[in-house]
């Protein structure tokens, strides 16, 4: 069931698609999506395979072993994964529902992480998952961004409002023009100078 980073943005998962994908947001910051696609694959499928990712990540907690799985896949960051894993999987959340502010209340999840699981899991959100390439792109376009996401409530709100602001400028839908800054940045691409819709950028 491998998460793909190629096609992150799908808003028909199935609820096991959806445990999966928030898993793979709790372990890709900071690290090479594909490279963690592939060791989160490897670290479900280490538990019963009859069982959705939560209820593995509950089964590898029953037997003591859901920081040694995380530990042996080289997920990295153990102790906030392994913390966010156990809570997340016993939480009861709806994932088709849940709100930024339920996310956010899972220790280890923060606002980038809550947002891009929304951003790319549901239609229409208007939120902004600020990551590093995102507020290196924003910079490029005379914002004046911190080099990694902010954590107060203020100063996260203020760049998401002003990277909404750039993408309905741009005519586009916020998980569009995330995932477009994002290849850019992968590729080398940087802005798009040609415009899809009104003015696209790629990422």
């Known amino acids: 069931?491998?998460?793909?980073?190629?096609?992150?943005?799908?808003?028909?998962?199935t609820v096991p698609e959806l445990e999966e994908f928030l898993l793979f947001a709790i372990v890709v910051a900071g690290k090479r999506s594909d490279l963690q696609s592939r060791?989160?694959?490897?670290?479900?499928?280490?538990?019963?395979?009859?069982?959705?990712?939560f209820g593995v990540i509950r089964s590898l907690q029953r037997r003591g072993k859901l920081v040694e799985?995380?530990?042996?896949?080289?997920?990295?960051?153990?102790?906030?994964?392994?913390?966010?894993f156990a809570c997340v999987a016993s939480a009861g959340l709806d994932l088709r529902a849940c709100s930024v502010a339920d996310l956010e209340a899972i220790p280890g999840i923060g606002p980038k992480t809550a947002r891009f699981f929304l951003l790319?899991?549901?239609p229409?959100?208007?939120v902004a998952a600020l990551d590093t390439h995102i507020l290196s792109w924003m910079r490029s376009q005379g914002f004046k961004t911190p080099a990694v996401t902010p954590q107060s409530a203020a100063?996260?709100?203020?760049?998401?409002?002003?990277?909404?602001?750039l993408a309905d400028r741009a005519g586009v839908t916020v998980a569009d023009?995330?995932?477009?800054?994002?290849?850019?940045?992968?590729t080398g691409a940087g802005v798009a100078k040609a415009p899809r819709r009104a003015r696209r950028v790629v990422r």
């Open 177 to 186: 023009f995330d995932l477009d800054i994002w290849k850019g940045r992968q």
């Open 120 to 122: 790319h899991s549901r």
């Open 69 to 84: 799985g995380i530990e042996a896949q080289r997920l990295g960051q153990y102790r906030r994964i392994g913390a966010a």
């Open 39 to 53: 060791k989160l694959d490897a670290y479900l499928r280490s538990g019963p395979r009859a069982l959705s990712p």
């Open 1 to 13: 069931m491998t998460v793909d980073p190629r096609a992150i943005t799908q808003f028909s998962r």
């Open 124 to 126: 229409g959100v208007r």
């Open 155 to 165: 100063a996260y709100g203020r760049l998401e409002r002003q990277f909404l602001a």
